[in-house]
């Protein structure tokens, strides 16, 4: 079936450097793509989204790029910070309702 | 803090038996959203309520419901309880029925014992 999924499950990066988390989706369909940070112990928290109709998208030392052709998704974090650190979910949205989350990788900031 | 409360933050329980986990959404949210996530099947919609009207299913299983009230709070029943059930159940809220932009409560933990 069609599925949203991550290439790595865990990402180690060096205090200051950038980091890109990546995401692989099956659903041409799919309206929305979302990406969510989890910190331990709480839930997932919005970070940044991105139509279907659009390749990028930029927030706050955050970037969303939407590859269509190759069905790829990644978040580009600027200046990777300790409070990164946490897991990443991927998700992807159609029917306006039916909301897939990737299984999540794991960023791990070091100092 | 995401505006949105669940209680109650731990429960254990046994099999077979049957629990009530409860959601306030964010003041203003009229949606609220039901997610089991566990460590073999991830992050999974279960369900979503909009004003009290059932909007959206997801993987809910038959011995799970939902409801939401009147006053927008959302009630998650689990019963006959297995050890698979064992899980983080989340609720998450929108200012609509558009799903995009939702917040997440901090969960709460079950284990069935």
């Known amino acids: 079936g069609e599925s949203v999924g991550l290439h790595l499950p865990t990402l180690s990066v060096q205090e200051g450097d950038n980091s890109i988390i990546n995401c692989a989706y099956s659903?041409?369909?799919?309206?929305?793509f979302i990406w969510y940070k989890q910190e331990s112990g709480k839930g997932p928290q919005f970070i940044i989204d991105?139509?279907?109709?659009?390749d990028k998208r930029q927030g706050q030392r955050v970037t969303v790029l939407l590859n269509k052709t190759v069905k790829h998704l990644s978040l580009q974090i600027a200046a990777t910070q300790p409070g990164d650190s946490a897991v990443y979910f991927c998700a992807e949205l159609y029917n306006n309702n039916d909301m897939r989350f990737g299984a999540g990788t794991r960023l791990t900031v070091k100092p | 803090d995401s505006g949105v409360t669940q209680t109650p933050k731990h429960l254990i329980t046994a099999t077979g038996q049957r629990v009530t986990l409860r959601c306030s959404p964010r003041?203003?949210?009229?949606?609220v959203y039901w997610y089991q996530q566990s460590l073999d099947q991830g992050l999974q919609f279960l369900i979503q309520y909009y004003n009290g009207e059932e909007r959206a299913k997801g993987n809910i299983l038959e011995r799970f419901s939902a409801q939401q009230f009147p006053d927008l709070h959302s009630e998650l029943n689990l019963s006959s309880l297995e050890l698979g059930d064992s899980a983080l159940y989340f609720c998450a809220s929108s200012v609509n029925g558009a799903s995009y932009e939702q917040y997440f409560g901090p969960g709460t933990r079950l284990t069935v014992t």
């Open positions: 659903n041409s369909a799919s309206d929305y």
């Open positions: 003041s203003g949210d009229l949606s």
């Open positions: 991105i139509r279907s109709n659009m």
